[in-house]
């Protein structure tokens, strides 16, 4: 009985035995089965574990990094790519082991072999029956298959560059906004304009946000709202404005509608220029040709009578003659009645004509008088014949004036001529000589002096004023400033006008700190008021000392809603001992 059941039992541990035995067989079979599918793969594949370790890595995987599978095993991104791009890596699988959420992208990194891929990744979290965590990597090269469109991409960029270089590089001020009239962008001309330094700060701001006064900014929604509404664009809408010193200037602005690929409007471009020059110009000349016509109109009169008396006399071709010849004189009327000088020469610097006021200005009769002569012979110093440098000038292929100012010394009486000259081409473009004007600016120089002088006096008094002048402004943001302070300043404070036009924050801590309260107190109610600011307290002295003084001065808003106050501080120390 007890053979029989020894026997049962070496017959149940031989049947474990050999199940255990194939068991392992398939487990080895299947391990090895896998190993080989996973080593097939075409595709470079690797594992990491949750160090960011290589564990296992397949074939292409090895030929792609350019490693054999013994060098890249144990090894981490920090082994194999450039410190940022292996930063990059990291957090990318760090992301994934720590959601557990699959994760696709497309990269560029460069292999060691110094050459740039384009890949596709796809990252998945595994975890064994012992929760180790693993990270496995597929990897595409879609090199050849993106290169095209990054090449392109990489044009378009280039073309982007020119084409912000070039808006940058134009004269006007350009931009363009939504249909909100919020701004998209501008050009660094319309930046510097608007205070913002750079295009970038503009975009998302509208124009309550920018260095707009109120007049400025209804001229601007206005002229977007009308363009927008109307479909229509705008040219050459001129607008005046106040400068921040109270001079008036002119500006143009043009503004199309901006359209989409399926043309709806999306928004419009504007750009704008200061004309203020040439509203200037067009006022002068609206009263020159109003005097002119008063002029022509007479003169038309005579030659009307000239002509109807002429027609009965003589022939056709005598009639064009007359007419061709009358408006010769009519020309040679309006340039001997322009109170410049005016002359031109040819392309060896000989006169060929002049007005008669350039003829009498050098002591000759007539402007024929001039013809055939040059400037040796109209006594010209030498130095004068340098300056106008025409041989420079002639060399221009455009019609560019330049203008230089020469002492005249050869009359008894000292005069200042202002010289202005310009390259003459013909029909064809070639430069066939100068046309030039004098004007006589000796007044304006004058009165330039009695400025000067006027200036220099001033400087005088207020050196020898018993306190100190100054201009003291405050911005609209509440900056402090000093745009002006006389010599009295170093008396009553100790410090120098240059140090306190750098600093103002020097006269506000002079001030008594028992009295600065009352003091910022004071400037702030004549800030609100605009009424005349008073004070008298004590300072201190830069060397330690203390002073009182009565400072006086009237408020003024400039047109940037800051505020300007312009006074004198007294010493009344003596008052207060």
Known sequence: MKQDNSSTESLSNSEIENKTNQNKQQENFSAAFLFQVFESISEPIFIKNRQHEWVLLNNACCEFLGLTYEQAIGQSDYDLFSEEEANFLWEKDELVFSTGVMDESEESIKTKDGKQHFLSIKKCLFTDEEDNQFLMTQIRDITQRVKPYKKIEAQLQESKKILELVIDSVPQAMFWKDCNSVYKGCNQFFAEIAGVETPENIVGKSDYELFWNYDDIKWLRESDRRVIES???EYGNTYRRLQADGQPCWLEMNQVLLKNSHNEVVGILGSF?????RKELEVNLARFYKELE???EERTVKLKKAVRKLREEVKERQKVENKLRESQDLLRIVIDNI??????KDSSFVYSGCNTNFAKFFGWNSPSDIIGKTDDDLKLS????QLNNEFRLMQLTESLPYQV???QQETAKKMW???SKIPLHNQKGNVIGILGSYENITERKEIEEVLRQTQSKFGRISANLPGMLYQFKMTAGGRLSFPYVSSGCYHLFGFTTDEIQADASLIVSAIHKEQQEKFADSIAASAQSLQVWEW?????????????IRATSRPERQIDDSIIWNGVVLDVSHRNL
């Open 231 to 233: 479909g229509i664009p």
């Open 273 to 277: 220029q200061d004309v203020t020059e």
């Open 294 to 296: 008063v002029r022509v």
């Open 339 to 344: 109170p410049q000088l005016i002359f031109w």
């Open 382 to 385: 030498k130095g004068q014949t």
């Open 405 to 407: 100012e020469v002492q």
């Open 417 to 419: 001529i202002n010289i």
């Open 536 to 548: 008298e307290g004590k300072i201190v002295h830069k060397n330690g000392k203390t002073k009182w």
